[in-house]
């Protein structure tokens, strides 16, 4: 696992990319940086101990229109300890406000990479599109990678 001073590094290259880790306030939340398992390039987002956390991928420098096919992706792998994982598509409208929410549930086999990829169309009124991976009620032992993520137009 990388230390520190390298993840702040990382956290900053990672958000002028569009992805941000998030905390529910008052729960268990342990993610960092792995150079142990990852899917491609250096590193990967490890989560392990998670009560309540998630990693939000954003659909940057992409000008949305309604109607708009977007190809939206990422890799992820799990152990066999138990934990609830999840990918959640957002629309926002101007003012921020999520107005729209679909739910995936991640249930693929543990100790292997596992492809997530949807076509999401991009609904009426929608100005911001975020890829939301949610982890929770991990169990002592439970381990969640997730790497790659991927947000933008396909070809109507």
């Known amino acids: 696992v990388v230390e520190t001073k390298t993840g702040r590094e990382l956290v900053t290259q990672f958000r002028s990319q569009g992805v941000t880790l998030f905390q529910s306030p008052g729960t268990p939340f342990r993610c960092n940086f792995s150079d142990q398992e990852k899917h491609g390039g ?3 987002f ?3 101990g998670t009560q309540s956390g998630s990693v939000i991928k ?3 420098g992409i000008s949305l229109e309604p109607g708009d096919r977007l190809r939206c992706s990422l890799w992820y792998k799990r152990n066999a300890g138990a ?3 999840s990918v959640h598509m957002i ?3 101007q003012t921020g406000g999520i107005f729209s929410r679909t739910v995936f549930n991640l249930e693929e086999s543990a100790d292997r990479w596992n492809q997530f990829m949807l076509y999401y169309i991009v609904p ?3 100005k911001q599109v975020s890829m939301l991976v949610v982890v929770k009620n991990q169990e002592r032992g439970a ?3 997730v790497d790659d993520f991927f947000i933008g137009k396909y070809p109507n």
């Open 124 to 126: 009426q009124g929608a």
């Open 58 to 60: 954003e659909a940057r």
């Open 42 to 44: 250096k590193y990967s």
């Open 143 to 145: 381990r969640f990678y």
């Open 91 to 93: 629309a926002r409208d």
């Open 83 to 85: 934990g609830n994982y």
């Open 46 to 48: 490890s989560f392990w």
